[in-house]
T-cell receptor, first 115, second 112 residues
Framework: AQSVTQPDIHITVSEGASLELRCNYS??????LFWYVQSPGQGLQLLLK??????LVQGIKGFEAEFKRSQSSFNLRKPSVHWSDAAEYFC?????????????FGDGTTLTVKP | DTAVSQTPKYLVTQMGNDKSIKCEQN?????MYWYKQDSKKFLKIMFS???????INETVPNRFSPKSPDKAHLNLHINSLELGDSAVYFC???????????FGSGTRLTVV
């Protein structure tokens, strides 16, 4: 069965500081991996995805993530955080040609940005 | 044009009532989903349809019944609502497994 762990429930960073949100997954083969952002009262928006190739993927809003097979991780990074990045962030793992496209989500990390 | 639209956005109802939530996507995606987000923001899949065919039916009470009249629409009907059904329900669609989801803005259901 596929699963995702986001070890940090809540992270606070200062505006302009760098950010790294952690994600560890469990899956029997190379998974599809995703990061989503949810602003208050909104639906989830896809930030970036990994399915093959270059293990460093670029996304929208200046985010990037790196797939590390040896560590079963897919951490999200941003070099300089803006106040508008304050939101809930979800990592998700999806199966390849199994589970009919079902994605399993982590429990989320709440990002607070200090001025 | 909204890609995935859900109605209503808010739904307040009494215990025991029956209610429906509608979802429509104009992206041409074949697969649609219902997810439930609880008060702690945990997301759990409920159902998935591929081109009108039910393909995922997680452990959900049979009071919840999805219906897909065509591949652009996936509705959720809930019978005999209970307090524990209060949550935000998200509809989503996807092109293929590797593309990720496009989510609707959610329906906040409150059962009183």
């Amino acid at each position: 069965a596929q699963s995702v762990t986001q070890p940090d429930i809540h992270i606070t960073v200062s505006e302009g500081a760098s950010l790294e949100l952690r994600c560890n997954y469990s899956y029997g083969a190379t998974p599809y991996l995703f990061w989503y952002v949810q602003s208050p009262g909104q639906g989830l928006q896809l930030l970036l995805k990994y399915f093959s190739g270059d293990t460093l993927v670029q996304g929208i809003k200046g985010f990037e993530a790196e797939f590390k097979r040896s560590q079963s991780s897919f951490n999200l990074r941003k070099p300089s955080v803006h106040w508008s990045d304050a939101a809930e962030y979800f990592c998700a793992v999806g199966g390849r040609n199994t589970n009919a496209g079902k994605s399993t989500f982590g429990d989320g990390t709440t990002l607070t940005v200090k001025p | 044009d909204t890609a995935v639209s859900q109605t209503p956005k808010y739904l307040v109802t009494q215990m025991g009532n029956d209610k429906s939530i509608k979802c429509e996507q104009n992206l041409g995606h074949d697969t649609m989903y219902w997810y439930k987000q609880d008060s702690k923001k945990f997301l759990k899949i409920m159902f998935s349809y591929n081109n009108k065919e039910l393909i995922i039916n997680e452990t959900v009470p049979n009071r919840f019944s999805p219906k897909s009249p065509d591949k652009a629409h996936l509705n959720l009907h809930i019978n005999s609502l209970e307090l524990g059904d209060s949550a935000v329900y998200f509809c989503a669609s996807s092109q293929t497994d590797r593309h990720g989801y496009t989510f609707g803005s959610g329906t906040r259901l409150t059962v009183v």
